[in-house]
Structure formats: C-alpha cells, structure tokens
C-alpha cells in the first residue's frame, strides 16, 4: 500500500513538472517566432511565471497539507489571502516589457507602435492589479483541487486495499466458521455407527482423516482444482450415507470430464450439508440431489432436497452456516458476479448456485 501511495505522489509531482515546464517555455518560444530572441523580455515574463509559481507551490505543499487538510478553514483563507496579494504586489512592481521600439526610418509609427498598441501594453494599474489577481486566485483554486483529488484519489485506493485485506480476513473467518461445524456432525454421524456397525465406523474415521487432511491444507488456499473439490464432495456423501438409512435416495451427477479450472474451497459443501441437515427424515421417504453443470465460462450446482414438515425447511433456523452466512461468503468471492436462486416450495427445496470460472 506505501508502494501504491509513493506512486500516486509521484505521479502529482511528474503532473505539476510538466505543466510549469510548459507555462515556463512559452515565453521562450513566443520570442523565437518573432525570428529574434530578446532574453530580456524572456527573463522579464519568467519573473511574473515564477511568483505565480511560488504561489501554487506553497499553497499546494504548505497551505493545502498544514491547514485545510486539518480543518483550520479560517488559518487558510487568511494565509492564501496574503500570499496572494503578496505575489500580486510583487508581478506588479516588475515591468511586464517594454513598448516597442520605432523601427521605421521615417520616424513614423508602424502598426506595432502605434499609440492604440502602446495603450494596451501599459495597462492602468488598476486592470493590471485585477488581472494578476485574477490569475492568482485561479491559480490557488486549481492547485486546491488538484491536491484535494490527488489526497481522494490516494485515500481511495488505500481504502479499496484495506477493504481487500479485510474481504480476505473475512472470508478465511466463514471458512473456518465451515470446518467446526462440518467436523462435529461428522463426529456425531461416526459415533452413531460405532455401536451400529463398528466396520462402518471403522470407514467412516477413514473417510474423515481425508476429510481433514482436505479442511486444514487444500481449504487453507484461496482455490483448489475442481477435481480435488469433487473428491471431497463424493468422500462427504459416502460418509452422510453410512449413517442415513436405505430411504434417504442420494443422487450426485457430475461431468465425466472435469476441466482443469480452480475454484474457491469449499464451495459448495455448505449448502450439501444444508440439504441433509433439511430434507432427511427418518420415518418418511427422503432425498437429496446434487448435480454440477461445468460449461463454457460458468459452473452451476443444483441441489434439491425433500421438505418435511416434521423438519425445519429454511436454512436459518438453525444454529451453523446459514443462509445468509453463505451470501456473505460469495459476495466475499465474486461481487455481484454469481446468481444464487432458492426456490421454496412445499415438498421440495431447491437452490441453483452459478458460478463465473
């Protein structure tokens, strides 16, 4: 963030180099079109530059930074207001160039020196007093802005870094809010089956140490290959499956051919683990459905689940990772760059999750 902000300044500083180089050559080149350079007017023209120079640099570095930036309004306005008629006084007592000379061999006056011309390069001091003033105040106003967009632009980007940083540690907190509650129905699922069957049990803390291995390294990483997404997702239903009886109907469809494409860890096992939280009940016919749809440039999952009336149907009625939980994390993951549908109805529950990859 030093390193992006460090830049922002440099590029302020490039911005106000080049610009002043330029005002600063115009004398020199406006004398040369005449085809004979007179550097005494030239050095005349850069002293009035350079105190409008001097003004816009001290108001930018000095007055901007130490007085608005810190709310002292009033230490401002008084502080711009005298250096502004400070260098107004100053541009006003230097000669702005003198008249030219009577060239002509007649003594006549060219069009050049005639007395209309000679009126208009020596100005009433009044006109030459709002004139410099004029530009004075411009020239605070503009180097004002500029400093205040450079400040937003920088505080901007600070702030997106920092948003980015907190997103992160915001995410990395719902996954780890994932694994202790996915681990403690796994838990209770593996007890249930030791009195039951102890060879089931004995598979299922089989499946679970590759379950976990899975939870504390390939779940740590910000994506994983969809294949190793799969296998975990495949080792979860087959252990949900040793304790649920032979009337739950547990459907999974996935591609024969999975891409090399990566995903976020963990994606989809939430709202897997939702479904059999919800649409398994043991004294009535019950089933769960998951499908992946891998396509071009999107991955969708469906899952679907029977509705109980005996079992609550909506996501947040139960402590763990719900609903909301589960918009938190894609919002974390993809913006507005998802679809997520949910469809309620009264014996069945659905949600489609799409997925840009």
């Keep these: ?42 050095t005349k023209n850069w002293m009035h530059v350079f105190g409008y ?65 000679e009126a208009r390069m020596q100005k009433p001091p009044i006109m030459a007093f709002a004139d410099n003033l004029i530009i004075c105040i411009l020239l605070v106003g503009a180097g004002t802005t500029i400093k205040l967009m450079s400040k937003w632009l920088s505080e901007e980007k600070l702030r997106k870094d920092t948003e980015k940083e907190q997103l992160k540690t915001n995410l990395a907190l719902l996954r780890h809010q994932v694994s202790p509650h996915f681990f403690m ?10 009195e039951m069957d102890a060879e089931k049990a004995q598979d299922a803390v089989e499946r679970l140490s590759t379950l976990m291995r899975y939870l504390l390294y390939d779940s740590a990483q910000n994506t994983i290959e ?50 059999f939280k919800h649409g398994v009940s043991y004294p009535l016919k019950s089933y769960i459905y998951f499908e992946l749809q891998i396509h071009e440039n999107t991955l969708v999952c469906i899952i679907k689940n029977s509705k109980h009336k005996t079992v609550a149907s909506r996501y947040d009625e139960y402590p763990g990772i719900g609903l909301e939980n589960i918009k938190k994390s894609l919002n974390l993951l993809y913006e507005q760059d998802y679809k997520l549908d949910i469809s309620d109805k009264e014996n069945e529950f659905e949600v489609n999750l799409t997925i840009p990859v």
Excluded: C
Excluded at 20 to 26: E, G, I, L, R, Y
Excluded at 96 to 106: I, L, Q, R
Excluded at 246 to 273: A, G, R
């Design 1 to 42: 963030m030093k390193g992006l902000s460090f830049s922002s300044r440099k590029i302020e500083f490039l911005s106000y180099l080049l610009i002043w180089a330029f005002v600063f050559s115009v004398p020199y080149f406006s004398e040369r079109s005449s085809g004979h350079i007179n550097w005494n007017e030239v």
């Design 185 to 194: 129905n796994t838990l209770n699922n593996i007890h249930s089956l030791i």
């Design 226 to 275: 969809l294949k190793k997404e799969i296998e975990f997702i495949n080792s979860f239903v087959s252990l949900m499956q040793l304790r649920h009886s032979e009337e739950v109907e547990v459907t999974v469809l996935i591609p024969d051919q999975i891409p090399d494409i990566k995903i976020p860890p963990m994606l989809f096992i939430s709202l897997l683990e939702n479904a």
């Design 53 to 117: 120079l001097v003004i816009f640099l001290v108001n930018v570095y000095i007055l901007v930074p130490k007085l608005l930036l810190k709310k002292k309004y009033l230490h401002y306005f008084v502080s711009a207001s005298v250096l502004i008629i400070l260098v107004v006084a100053i541009n006003l007592n230097v000669p702005s160039g003198k008249p030219p000379k009577n060239d002509s061999p007649t003594g006549i006056s060219n069009s050049m020196t005639s007395p209309v011309h």
